[in-house]
């Protein structure tokens, strides 16, 4: 159980498109998910907190109108990076806290990596 | 301001060696700590976590950790590697949010393990 499923996998665009990436849980219900961007060879940086039905909470630095999220139902999450750019190339994970037991545990995508050209 | 320290970017270990994975974290409250691994190119799996207790957890694929408040610690350690363990480990400490809930994750900048044969 606890399974995220993260869409697509690996995403290649052109410069000033925009590319959405989607977050499931597969088996459960997540009122909170999380994206994270990570560069090469290093931690995971958390862009924004994502609940079902509000605004996401973005973190410091973390332009909103350039990655836009939407938490539309309890299953599923959208990051939006808007008018993709070279510096916008990373692997971007998302994560989607549990329920009852499983509450105090963040459950991970496989991730996408996105590379504009 | 929380923070997870995991002093050893890059660690090499024979096959069948033991392992030990250093973390040590900033935290103003009980923390909850977790260990996630890694692999090339993939998401994060949940190792082990530690809420209360026991301070010794058992974790999967033959896993544990200690976690010492008074070294605020969470050393991850194997006794026997294998060479199917080398990843990316990564270290995070969890805020609370709303009362127990687990909230956002504060992650360390991982440790790469390298298992010889």
């Known amino acids: 159980g606890a399974v995220v499923s993260q869409h697509p996998s690996w995403v290649i665009c052109k410069s000033g498109t925009s590319v959405k990436i989607e977050c499931r849980s597969l088996d459960f219900q997540a009122t909170t998910m999380f994206w994270y961007r990570q560069f090469p060879k290093q931690s995971l940086m958390l862009m924004a907190t994502s609940n079902e039905g509000s605004k996401a909470t973005y973190e410091q630095g973390v332009e909103k109108d350039k990655f836009l999220i939407n938490h539309a139902s309890l299953t599923l999450s959208t990051l939006t990076v808007t008018s993709a750019h070279p510096e916008d190339s990373s692997f971007y994970i998302c994560?989607?806290?549990?329920?009852?037991?499983?509450?105090?545990?963040?459950?991970f995508g496989a991730g996408t990596r996105l590379s504009v050209l | 301001a929380q923070s997870v320290t995991q002093p050893d970017i890059h660690i090499t270990v024979s096959e069948g060696a033991s392992l030990e994975l250093r973390c040590n974290y900033s935290?103003?409250?009980?923390?909850?700590l977790f260990w996630y691994v890694q692999s090339p190119g993939q998401g994060l799996q949940l190792l082990l976590k530690?809420?209360?207790?026991?301070?010794l957890v058992q974790g999967i694929k033959g896993f544990e950790a200690e976690f010492k408040r008074s070294q605020s610690s969470f050393n991850l350690r194997k006794p026997s590697v294998h060479w199917s363990d080398a990843a990316e480990y990564f270290c995070a400490v969890g805020a609370q949010w709303r009362g127990s809930t687990l909230g956002r994750l504060y992650f360390g900048r991982g440790t790469q393990l390298t298992v010889w044969p």
């Open positions: 530690y809420f209360s207790g026991d301070t």
């Open positions: 994560s989607a806290r549990g329920q009852g037991s499983g509450k105090n545990i963040q459950y």
């Open positions: 935290y103003g409250a009980t923390p909850y």
